[in-house]
């Protein structure tokens, strides 16, 4: 069964509004969780890391106001894209790591800015 | 500067036969772990093979075995027996240190791969 529930699997919003997107982990502590950004076609990109009870480390380029990165407890974190706009759209996925050394995803959420 | 290469865009391979996905990866790290992810496009990432720096034996998982050669610094996958559901894109991924302390993980570009029957 799935280790890390990302919610949800795809969103449609309109330009100008919010979206939250979940990462729950499932039967442990996730003190650490990954963000990735992927576009069609290419590869992951890192965009951020969070720390539970900490701020988040943002990657170079990536805007700090625009996606905002929440890890309140050790079994959520949270990712909002602030006044989404089209070029927002992308397939964004979440990661963390268990106790060995494999990662696990989420099931990434589709965006949709229109 | 790009520390995850993956030369073949995309790669064809007869079903039942063996390919073999290529990787290098560049790092200044002593401690590093090298993975392989498959991803379908229903778009979920599925954890196949890790190698680990000081690992002196080429990891293997069932139909998957990586061919690492860490002075060329590559760590190419091979997958035996090619069947129709291995059609997928599969990505090559380094975790390493953080100046900040900490680890990261950065991918390949991918190589997509089409499994013939």
């Known amino acids: 069964g799935a280790v890390v529930s990302q919610h949800p699997s795809w969103v449609i919003c309109k330009s100008g509004t919010s979206v939250k997107i979940e990462c729950r982990s499932l039967d442990f502590q996730a003190t650490t969780m990954f963000w990735y950004r992927q576009f069609p076609k290419q590869s992951l990109m890192l965009m951020a890391t969070s720390n539970e009870g900490s701020k988040a480390t943002y990657e170079q380029g990536v805007e700090k106001d625009k996606f905002l990165i929440n890890h309140a407890s050790l079994t959520l974190s949270t990712l909002t894209v602030t006044s989404a706009h089209p070029e927002d759209s992308s397939f964004y996925i979440c990661s963390t790591t268990g106790l060995n050394t494999e990662a696990f995803f989420g099931q990434g959420t589709r965006l949709t800015v229109v | 500067a790009q520390k995850i290469t993956q030369t073949q865009p995309g790669m064809f391979v007869q079903e039942k036969e063996a390919v073999t996905l290529d990787c290098t990866y560049d790092?200044?790290?002593?401690?590093?772990?090298l993975f392989w992810y498959k991803q379908p496009s229903s778009g979920e990432m599925i954890f196949l093979i890790y190698q680990g720096s000081y690992d002196e034996q080429n990891a293997t998982e069932g139909r998957y075995s990586l061919n690492f050669q860490k002075a060329r610094k590559s760590t190419n996958l091979v997958i035996s027996a090619s069947q129709l559901g291995d059609s997928a894109m599969y990505f090559c991924a380094m975790r390493e240190s953080r100046n900040t302390g900490g680890f990261k993980t950065i991918f390949g570009a991918g190589t997509r791969l089409f499994v013939k029957a």
């Open positions: 790092t200044s790290d002593q401690s590093y772990g």
